[in-house]
């Protein structure tokens, strides 16, 4: 079983956005809503985009995010945050045509075994 398969019959609080291409799935979107418990509001955040590398270049990654954007706009989320991996350039480029920087920075506490 692929982690797809696993990601689209969790029911988990994940949600999942394919791209297929003659019934192959080519690119998929991972967001979920998050509480501002402190100003009672909600706001959204994509945390992963993957576009096969056959695929890549011909708008897959924006056409998702447009559709996230459309789905928070009628959820009322007061935004949407984009995660972006360092590494991706292409995906970074995207990400700054789309959006503007975050007042925010990340950290993470690897729990991962030494």
Known sequence: MFYTDILLSSGGWQEFLGAFIEGELKAFCLFHSMPDVVAGLISGQINHIYVQDAVRGFGLGEAMIDLVT????????????ILVPRTNEMMRRLAERVAAPAESARFVISLAAN
């Open 70 to 81: 459309e789905e928070a706009q009628k959820r009322s989320w007061t935004d949407l945050t």
